[in-house]
């Protein structure tokens, strides 16, 4: 055999080996693909702020006669009881600087179809009136399927792009929204608010009222429903939806709103956008002794605070022990 020969078929049978002794190599899987409807931004999430999931947080909003907000209380002006029993505050904070959470959720019905493009123009400004930096809004559109259009993001522009994809279609799925929309807030930090802009009519859900406000108070977002009645004395108008929504502001610590133009959807977002500007937070450690997997909360302002003017006070109606570590 000629040198060059064997040369050749020693370095071949010298790979051989090391192939067959090497360790198989795993072949690189795909990264699953991101969300078709969904557009990132490098600005999402930059700053984290934590709350203390030991402390039970009741963020407060405290109004006049008139539903003005009022500012300028201080800690020693509020009491509050968990099931009846007087409460130490152990944090107190005037216009919290927490971020915000905001899911906003446009109903996109067929029955929504003639108001739509006006809506989706004022929750543009609504947007961009509210948000700050450390803020990040979400984008969701329902009929008989609900559709997040955008996640959490701060950037205007992305918001803007997401909110111009809004189509209406099909009937309304009011519960399941405020339910999804729950979830996504639930894994978020600070303060979390549910804006809904919906005629109220409930379709096409999944799940059933309780559900949905067992949803939005373990999730402890603030709902803020802004009920579309272009009509007031509508024939075929479906008042319980109205009805259920306005409970659960109220069983969340939110504030209901009618609007019958577009310029009464302009006040009730900028009135949401005043409130949130204004709120309280209220907490302390919670007793260790057990009521129960909800335990109902009780925030009362002293009249002393401002003895000429009707303050009430709006939170959130309870807790679940759940949720506390």
């Known amino acids: 055999m000629k040198p060059w020969i064997n040369i050749v078929a020693g370095l071949l049978l010298s790979g051989l080996c090391v192939a067959q002794s090497a360790p198989p190599v795993e072949p690189k899987r795909p990264a699953p693909p991101a969300p078709q409807s969904q557009e990132t931004d490098s600005q999402d999430d930059t700053q984290t702020f934590r709350v203390n999931v030991k402390l039970v ?48 959720q446009i109903d996109s019905s067929l029955s929504t179809r003639k108001d739509l493009p006006l809506e989706l123009e004022s929750a543009r400004r ?39 994809r809004v189509q209406a279609s099909g009937a309304t799925a009011v519960f399941d929204a405020v339910y999804l929309g729950a979830q996504a807030l639930s894994k978020r930090e600070g303060r979390k608010v549910l ?16 559900e949905a406000l067992r949803a939005a108070q373990i999730s402890e977002a603030i709902v803020y429903p802004i009920i579309m009645v272009p009509i007031e004395a509508s024939a075929g108008r479906e008042t319980g939806g109205e009805h259920a929504l306005i409970q659960m502001s109220r069983d969340t610590g939110g504030r209901f709103y009618y609007a019958s133009s577009i310029r009464q959807l302009d006040q009730a977002f900028r009135e949401i956008s005043d409130e949130l500007r204004t709120q309280y937070l209220l907490a302390y450690y ?21 003895p000429d003017t009707e303050m009430r006070a709006r939170y959130r109606a309870g807790y679940y022990t759940s949720k506390i570590d």
């Open 286 to 306: 919670p007793p260790k002794s057990a009521h129960g997997d909800f335990r109902r909360l009780k925030v009362e302002v002293k009249s002393s605070a401002a």
């Open 126 to 164: 609504f947007a961009q009136t509210i948000l700050r930096p450390v803020d990040a809004m979400s984008i969701y559109q329902f009929s008989d399927i609900v559709d997040e259009v955008q996640g959490f993001t701060s950037n205007l522009r992305t918001l803007d792009r997401a909110i111009g």
């Open 57 to 104: 947080n009741i963020f407060t909003t405290v109004t006049d006669e008139n539903g003005a907000p009022i500012g300028g209380l201080k800690k020693d002006d509020f009491t509050v009881y968990e099931d009846g029993e007087l409460q130490k505050i152990a944090i107190f904070d005037r216009q919290s600087g927490l971020p915000l959470s905001i899911v906003l």
């Open 195 to 210: 804006v809904i802009i919906t005629d109220g009519g409930d379709t096409a859900s999944h799940v059933d009222y309780g």
